[in-house]
């Protein structure tokens, strides 16, 4: 069994920051990339930013420039600083890992139970 935690979502006004943070835990062997995704309502689930394990990232063209993804190997777990937020940023955020699991030895995407980020004014 793996638990995604995350942490950190909220009510922030248009230009303002927030930082999301993810904890994996439970029979782990290895994690490799994790990242974020988005869901508006009435829209489909959309990539936010990944990363590696070895630290590279990418992110939607939406937030480039704006938002920055990082993980802890050691911890197995992935933050995303998100600044300058807009409106349009408004969604229920999930952290996603792809683990490698010790008992039954599988490995396929977790996902952590959301958290919602608003920016209103």
């Known amino acids: 069994q793996v638990q995604l935690v995350e942490s950190g979502g909220g009510l922030v006004q248009p230009g303002g920051s927030l930082r999301l943070s993810c904890a994996a835990s439970g029979y782990i062997v290895t994690v490799y990339s994790m990242g974020w995704y988005r869901q508006a309502p009435g829209k489909q689930r959309e990539l936010v930013a990944r990363i590696t394990s070895g630290g590279s990232a990418n992110y939607a063209d939406s937030v480039k420039g704006r938002f920055t993804i990082s993980r802890d190997n050691v911890k197995n777990t992935v933050s995303l600083q998100m600044n300058s937020l807009k409106p349009e940023d408004t969604a229920v955020y999930y952290c996603?890992?792809?683990?490698?699991?010790?008992?039954?030895?599988?490995?396929?995407?977790?996902w952590g139970q959301g958290t919602q980020v608003t920016v209103s004014s």
């Open positions: 996603i890992a792809d683990v490698l699991t010790m008992t039954p030895a599988r490995r396929y995407d977790h």
